[in-house]
């Protein structure tokens, strides 16, 4: 029996789950609202179904071909191990829920290098990581696996280290520790299962993978519009972040040329001084929308 409806895993609740659900949203898949506590939510105007499970599940559902589709944070794929399988069909970084795994040790501590964990404990919710980074260190520790609060784990005398997910740095600081070491810089990917998909889904799953690519490119991404003397155009381009061949149109009646360009990286106030210390004039930046690749 073939399934009717494309199936997509998503986060319960968290920075990963809003974040899915919102670049669904922008790629134009309308989720029917069923409360934050349903399992299961279906999108309107296609036949997708959203299946709302820990972030711990997401991986092992794609591979086993129970979904079909998966947004997960890199540092849950990489801990499953399944990331060096070939259970998915494609791996897409989507550019948000960046946060990193780190080594933090108490702020009284004199810390000199990875050296310094040799003999110690370290608490720690990615055991598969953390081992991994020691060894490549070539570092003995004691790895001690918990699940929530492991900021905790030094006052507790539980650990003297911990290893954990690090957005701002706040939690760490709130507990006293401060982070020594990098062990795994994370984002949030989509996963495809590489189970085979029947005839009457592939054209969903080419339109929600055309839809997504096209949303992670307009993310960050800006709209120049400026006019220029004709001969400053060449020096203007050079400063555009991120142009690739800029559309240049001659002004009416004017030794002068407008300059449209996509700039795909972002642009500050300092792009702007720059732009019209090097001649530009009516500097229009304009966020991007939609953009179909």
């Known amino acids: 029996m073939t399934k009717e409806r494309l199936r997509i895993a998503v986060q319960s609740k968290g920075r990963l789950a809003t974040g899915s659900v919102s670049l669904l949203e922008r790629a134009g898949f309308e989720i029917r609202n069923g409360g934050r506590d349903e399992l299961l939510q279906r999108v309107k105007n296609l036949p997708i179904d959203i299946l709302r499970v820990r972030d711990d599940d997401i991986a092992s559902f794609v591979a086993e071909g129970v ?3 998966g947004f997960v944070g890199q ?15 494609s791996i897409t970084p989507l550019g948000f829920a960046r946060c990193s795994l780190k080594i933090a040790v108490p702020e009284a501590i004199d810390y000199a290098g990875a050296s310094s964990l040799s003999g110690k404990r370290i608490a720690t919710s990615h055991p598969r990581l953390l081992r991994r980074f020691l060894c490549a260190k070539n570092v003995d520790a004691a790895v001690a696996e918990m699940h929530g609060s492991v900021e905790v784990a030094p006052r507790l005398q539980i650990a003297s280290a911990v290893c954990d997910l690090v957005s701002t740095g706040a939690t760490l600081e709130a507990n006293g520790l401060r982070a020594v070491e990098t062990v795994f810089d994370s984002e949030a990917v ?5 189970s085979p998909i029947s005839e009457e889904l592939a054209g969903i799953v080419d339109l929600l993978k055309r839809r997504i690519d096209s949303v992670v490119a307009t993310t960050g991404t ?4 400026l006019n220029a003397p004709r001969d400053a ?5 050079k400063l555009l972040p991120g142009a690739e061949a800029p559309t240049i149109m001659p002004l009416s009646g004017r030794d002068a040329v407008a300059i449209h360009a996509v700039c795909q990286e972002s642009v500050f106030w300092k792009t702007l001084e720059d732009l019209k210390a090097a001649g530009a004039s009516a500097i229009l930046v304009l966020p991007i929308e939609k953009m179909m690749l």
């Open 67 to 69: 979904c079909d589709f």
């Open 75 to 89: 540092n849950s794929l990489a801990e499953s191990g399944l990331d060096e399988s070939d259970n998915f069909a």
């Open 190 to 194: 989509l996963i495809q299962s590489a």
């Open 222 to 225: 800006k709209y120049i519009m």
């Open 233 to 237: 155009a060449p020096e203007i381009q």
